[in-house]
């Protein structure tokens, strides 16, 4: 189970920067890969299923990211971070997803949001809280799943997995100056749709 | 948000305060806005909440045993890349050479018909698999997983 933020590391990380990691992966170094993939395959499928909601699916995309990641290696630029490059192939992969399937981004939210409430966990031991936060936690994940893709996606890479302006913008390919006034419409419109939803509640 | 708040700046940068990303300036114009701006504060205050529960979500993740998979690596890929040729080569030349032994050592029509029948038969059926085989390899996200 990974909660957010903490995505940095994992069990048994080796240490090391990401960009030690990726020039001793290219020097060959096995062990370098392979911390390189555990640190990050966590954060790609988490993305991969926010966007899709489906568990098989995001399973497939971040492993066929992974692996495109790991392909490009040679061409990566070690100025920027590992994390929004491969945020960027995840993104792509999910977007081919959907285009492979004929459907829009917005096909099937409904069901995307249910699938996607399934995966919440709670980890407080306190029943009577955990059910509240749980209930708030499946009302905004539904009433995202329900955003438009290009909405849900700004949001969930700020507000879950902390990327900074020029991260999003690179993984979305927008101009920085964009970024915060497209993730406040989308914020505006995800208050919106959660004030909707509480209404007919 | 209500037009007549008084606000002097776009609605965005309060996207941005709540990020703790403005320069010194905008920071301080927001700050000092919020202070006198009950609906911009409720604004933020309801933005503040949904990202906090976003923020600590926590989701059930795949056991690790489902990412045993790893990218198969650059000798494994040359070694098959090779080794499909040379197996193909090898099974044309020695099924030609077999062939062309039985023809000249074969005595009448029904024994020739039987070997060019017996070898075009399952040669046609090797190239059936084959043909599948490189179509499925284009599209087959798992091809260069090592298990």
Redesign the interface.
Known sequence: ?????GLATFAGDAGGSDQELVDQALAGR?EA??TL??RH??AA??LA?QLLGN?DDA??VA??A??RF??SLGTFDRERRVQPWLFTIVRNQVRDLWRRRQRRPGDGLSEAGEALTR?????TANPEADLRRRE??QR??RA?AALPAAKREI??L???H?L??SDIAQVLDIPIGTV??R???A?QQ??AQ?QAGGRHA | MPEQCGRTFGEALLSGYLDGTLVQGDEQRVRLHLEDCESCRTLVDGLAAVKETIMTSTFDMPPDNEWSEGPSTGSSRVARGVGWPLVIGWAVLVCGYAVWEGWQESENLVERLILVGGVSGLGLLFLGVLLDRLKAMKTDPYREVQK
């Open positions: 189970m990974v909660e957010s933020p096995r890969t392979e993939a555990q395959r966590q499928y988490l299923l568990r399973m497939d492993q066929e992974m692996l790991f392909a995966q919440l966990v709670d980890l708030l936690k905004v994940w995202l949001i969930v700020r507000d879950f902390d900074s302006y915060m006034s993730l406040h419409g914020r995800l208050r959660l």
